[in-house]
């Protein structure tokens, strides 16, 4: 299957509209305050914005219960606002995928309400519905200590309906064709007004069978193969970014043997074991997780990320490593989330520490995949543990010091924003970085700006290359006859590390290091060792002169 494959070289930045800058001063983030910070967003290098549900909703789980999924939530602007943005976007060379939340609705959607009143309705069989309570009702809660169960009685409809989620979300039965077909129909909407794809929700609740039957979900691979040709038919280069968390056994189901399924999934595997390199200083299980979760069709690409807008999943690590990385990142029971997760943004997981942070963000930059950055952190925001569950992390974005972080004129808070403390906009937001040469925002941007000039990452085939050290991790990519190199130490002491690059025909090639003048030169047996720092890392090309002296006629 043909496709154009621009989301193997993008860079991803993830927003709420709500959250990200409010421009007619009631308080809430819109689509006229986000067009007017494209420039930002531009000028950091990124290539593609996701924005995560801005259609009407009650917003009782920050729009991910939706009730119009052809509209604008009024609180964000209207449908032409919507239009002027992603013509903006467009204009400045990015592009936009936004959310897809097809499992579920909310139960104020009218699809719902004409169901639960009329049992002859159409809209019935849309949603899953049971008699009497089924035996297996307590299992299976997305929000286990929070959510008690996944049926509950509708007294309107005398019946019990099913939902994954909270109960305000019933599922959609999507076995019902006509339930797909609108899925389709949706898809189609959002790609006539300049989308370029969709990050899916929950993937696997989306294709899973579901009934009071179903004790265990079969799932229906075929339907995102329809996807995909639906899309390759409407648009032959918008993509599904499917939020999978899935084991790597069961990625190529995902992905298609032939390539024909998802273009994307987010590599929940890899950043698990990424969190538990980093609280153990050990890359073995980083390592591994790289080997376990390599694609096998040239078309298919990982979702690297850090953090995003819901915990961190350590729900697949071993009971021990899970402890390890709580330990690390989140001690306190405060800290964490549904028995499995760590609900704190990056910066205050790494105790503030600029060193841990750039080690981190290069990891992402440069794991086999596109990276995904999350809105914020950028400039090392931080959390606002009083809030509940996963709203501790969704504050609004810190411009300047200002009131409110110059996000709104408004002064309540009809969106928090962290005021105080060490990550409190007073301290922390993006004009007083602007200005500072070395902080996080304008390291992030040098470092963005250099990741789009590596194409093997995205494009190439990857190595871990063996170094004497189990706290330096060695990545190799090669692609079109060019190879570079990555060294990540993982650990808060210095180390010396010795390694061979292992490329054919360099054994005196010179490692030139992209981001500094300190490149490395092999010994007469074509070993490099390389002194780095606490935290440190290192990027190479192996190009010897040839590649030193083309830059310098640039």
């Not at 309906?161 to 389709?184: C, G, K, M, W």
Request: aromatic letters at 12%; hydrophobic letters at 35%; a negative charge.
């Amino acid at each position: 299957m043909i496709t154009d494959l621009w989301y193997k070289h993008a860079v991803i930045y993830c927003l709420s509209v709500g959250s990200y800058m409010d421009a007619n001063g009631d308080g809430i983030g819109d689509f006229e305050g986000l067009t007017r910070r494209l420039d930002y967003i531009q000028g950091l290098g990124i290539t593609t914005i996701w924005l995560m549900p801005f259609q009407p909703s009650p917003r009782r789980d920050h729009g991910y219960d939706v009730t119009d999924y052809y509209g604008v939530d009024p609180a964000y602007g209207t449908l032409g606002d919507f239009v002027e943005f992603t013509h903006g976007c467009h204009q400045r060379g990015m592009r936009v995928i936004i959310d897809l939340v097809i499992n579920h609705t909310s139960i104020d959607h009218p699809w719902f309400q004409a169901a639960r009143r009329d049992p002859k309705s159409p809209y019935r069989d849309w949603y899953v519905w049971s008699n009497k309570k089924p035996p297996h009702a307590g299992k299976g809660m997305v929000f286990p200590g929070v959510q008690d169960t996944t049926w509950t009685r509708d007294p309107v409809a005398k019946a019990w309906y099913f939902h994954r989620f909270y109960e305000f979300q019933p599922d959609l039965n999507t076995s019902n064709p006509h339930v797909q077909a609108e899925i389709l129909k949706i898809m189609g909407f959002w790609l006539e007004l300049g989308v370029s794809g969709f990050r899916m929700d929950a993937v696997p609740f989306v294709i899973g069978t579901k009934g009071p039957e179903v004790e265990e979900p079969v799932q229906r691979y075929d339907m995102l193969r329809d996807f995909r040709e639906f899309l390759q038919w409407r648009r032959g280069d918008a993509i599904i970014l499917a939020e999978a968390n899935v084991s790597p056994e069961q990625r190529q189901e995902y992905f298609g043997e032939d390539g024909d399924r998802l273009h994307m999934m987010f590599n929940f595997h890899v950043n698990q074991r990424l969190f538990l390199s980093l609280a153990t200083s050990d890359k073995q299980p980083l390592e591994q997780a790289l080997d376990e979760t390599r694609p096998h069709r040239a078309t298919a690409q990982w979702g690297m990320f850090l953090r995003n807008h819901d915990e961190l999943d350590l729900g697949r690590l071993p009971d021990e490593a899970r402890e390890a990385v709580f330990q690390a990142f989140g001690p306190d029971p405060s800290m964490q989330l549904y028995g499995r997760g760590i609900r704190r943004r990056l910066a205050p997981m790494l105790q503030g520490d600029q060193r841990r942070y750039e080690l981190a963000t290069s990891l992402m930059l440069t794991l086999p995949g596109t990276p995904v950055f999350r809105y914020g952190d950028e400039i090392g925001m931080g959390d606002d543990l009083s809030l509940p569950e996963r709203d501790c992390a969704r504050t609004t974005m810190q411009w300047s010091a200002e009131p409110r972080g110059g996000f709104s004129k408004k002064m309540d808070n009809a969106k928090p924003t962290i005021s105080g403390g060490p990550y409190g906009f007073e301290h922390v937001n993006v004009a007083s970085q602007r200005r500072d040469p070395s902080s996080i925002l304008n390291w992030t941007e040098r470092m963005i700006r250099m990741r789009r000039e590596v194409p093997e990452i995205g494009w190439g085939d990857y190595a871990t290359i063996d170094t004497d050290a189990k706290d330096v991790l060695a990545l190799r990519y090669d692609w079109r006859k060019n190879s570079v190199l990555f060294l990540h130490n993982l650990s808060p002491e210095p180390r010396e590390v010795h390694f061979t690059p292992g490329v054919e025909g360099s054994h005196d090639s010179l490692l030139v290091n992209l981001l500094s003048e300190e490149h490395s030169k092999p010994d007469d047996k074509g070993c490099h060792t390389v002194l780095m720092e606490p935290y440190g890392y290192r990027w190479f090309r192996v190009g010897g002169l040839d590649y030193l002296l083309r830059r310098s006629e640039i």
